[in-house]
């Protein structure tokens, strides 16, 4: 049972828009910056947002992330099948004093 | 652009000490204002933090952990490492280094290590 919960799976045709859920508490993502990951099959996480809304260099705007309270939201806009991957968010935990990650979310571009 | 590396047994026995090395290239461990860390992935599951250290050695570890893991670095080297002590079939992952602790922003391709006798 993961701390930050995500919903198991999401699916949006190609050229829609998606939205993947992160919610926790007031120990983690209430006061922390919240990050997510993009883990494509058979490869390592790639950090797609960090603090909350930012892109790394080289992530594509059609990435999004928001916080709202205890929830993260990662948008994906111009949905490709190159999108189909694993999706995490993740953040510090105050009480736990320990790293926190969503149990991920399974991205299928019908 | 910072590449990461692990290396280390693939295959350890149960009650014995994991041993695995990250190498670092392109940037320099002992630059600072980093710390390097290391996840890992139960086949099929999420991702756990197991722990990270700065340069000058300072470590923090996830506390469900914390008993049986060490993180060292090697600054000559460029490299940093973990030793996760008395391992069960449980601590059967792949096993990422990373860089950052607010958030990981350069990961190791990974490596799997299985606990079997």
């Known amino acids: 049972q993961s701390v930050l919960t995500q919903p198991p799976s999401v699916s949006a045709a190609p050229g829609q828009k998606v939205t993947i859920s992160c919610s926790g508490s007031?120990?983690?993502?209430?006061?922390?910056?919240v990050s997510w990951y993009q883990q494509l099959p058979g490869t390592a996480p790639k950090l797609l947002i960090y603090?909350?809304?930012k892109r790394p260099s080289g992530i594509p705007d059609r990435f999004s992330g928001s916080k709202s309270g205890t929830s993260a939201t990662l948008g994906i806009t111009g949905l490709q099948t190159g999108d189909e991957a694993d999706y995490y968010c993740?953040?510090?935990?105050?009480?736990?004093?320990?790293?926190?990650f969503g149990g991920g979310t399974k991205l299928t571009v019908l | 652009q910072v590449q990461l590396q692990e290396s280390g047994p693939g295959l350890v026995k149960p009650s014995q000490t994991l041993s695995l090395t990250c190498t670092v290239s392109?940037?320099?461990?002992?630059?600072?204002?980093?710390?390097w860390s290391w996840i890992r992935q139960h086949p099929g599951k999420g991702l756990e933090w197991i722990g990270y250290?700065?340069?000058?050695?300072?470590?923090y570890y996830n506390p469900s952990l914390k008993s049986r893991v060490t993180i060292s670095v090697d600054t000559s080297k460029n490299q940093f490492s973990l030793k996760l002590s008395s391992v069960t079939a449980a601590d059967t992952a792949v096993y990422y280094c990373?860089?950052?602790?607010?958030?990981?922003?350069?990961w190791g391709q990974g490596t799997l290590v299985t606990v079997s006798s």
């Open positions: 603090d909350n809304n």
């Open positions: 250290i700065y340069y000058s050695g300072s470590t």
């Open positions: 007031s120990s983690n993502i209430g006061n922390n910056y």
């Open positions: 990373a860089r950052g602790a607010s958030n990981f922003d350069y």
């Open positions: 392109g940037g320099s461990i002992s630059s600072g204002g980093y710390y």
């Open positions: 993740g953040t510090w935990d105050s009480s736990l004093s320990s790293w926190v």
